[in-house]
Nanobody
Framework: QVQLVESGGGLVQPGGSLRLSCAAS????????MGWYRQTPGKQRELVAA???????NYADSVKGRFTVSRDNAKNTMYLQMNSLKPEDTAVYYC????????WGQGTQVTVSS
C-alpha cells in the first residue's frame, strides 16, 4: 500500500529556515502529483505548495517567494524548503500524493516562535 513519511519539522525562530521531506513508497512516484498542506487547530487543511509529475509548481499566496517545493523521483521524495519563516507558518504540515487514489502522510509539526 502507499505510505508517505514526513520528516524535518521542528521549532525555529522567526526568520529561520526548515526543510521538510516526504518519502513515498508503494506507488509509481514519478507519475504522482504531490503537495504540501498545513493545518492549525480549528481550521481547515490548506494547500501550501504542489508539484505535478512534470515538475510544474504552484503555491499559496502566503508562501510565495519564501517556500520552494521540489521532488527527486530517483529517491521517491518530495521536499519543501521553507525560508523566512513567520509565526503564522506554525502548523502541522502534511504530505499528499495523488495517483489512482488520494493519500496522506501522518504530518510533521512546524513551530515558528522566539
Amino acid at each position: 500500500q502507499v505510505q508517505l513519511v514526513e520528516s524535518g519539522g521542528g521549532l525555529v525562530q522567526p526568520g529561520g529556515s526548515l526543510r521538510l521531506s516526504c518519502a513515498a513508497s508503494g506507488t509509481i512516484f514519478s507519475n504522482a502529483g504531490m503537495g504540501w498542506y498545513r493545518q492549525t487547530p480549528g481550521k481547515q487543511r490548506e494547500l501550501v505548495a504542489a508539484i505535478g509529475s512534470g515538475g510544474r509548481t504552484n503555491y499559496a499566496d502566503s508562501v510565495k517567494g519564501r517556500f520552494t517545493v521540489s521532488r527527486d523521483n530517483a529517491k521517491n521524495t518530495m521536499y519543501l524548503q521553507m525560508n523566512s519563516l513567520k509565526p503564522e507558518d506554525t502548523a502541522v504540515y502534511y504530505c499528499n500524493l495523488v495517483n489512482n487514489g488520494y493519500y496522506w502522510g501522518q504530518g510533521t509539526q512546524v513551530t515558528v516562535s522566539s
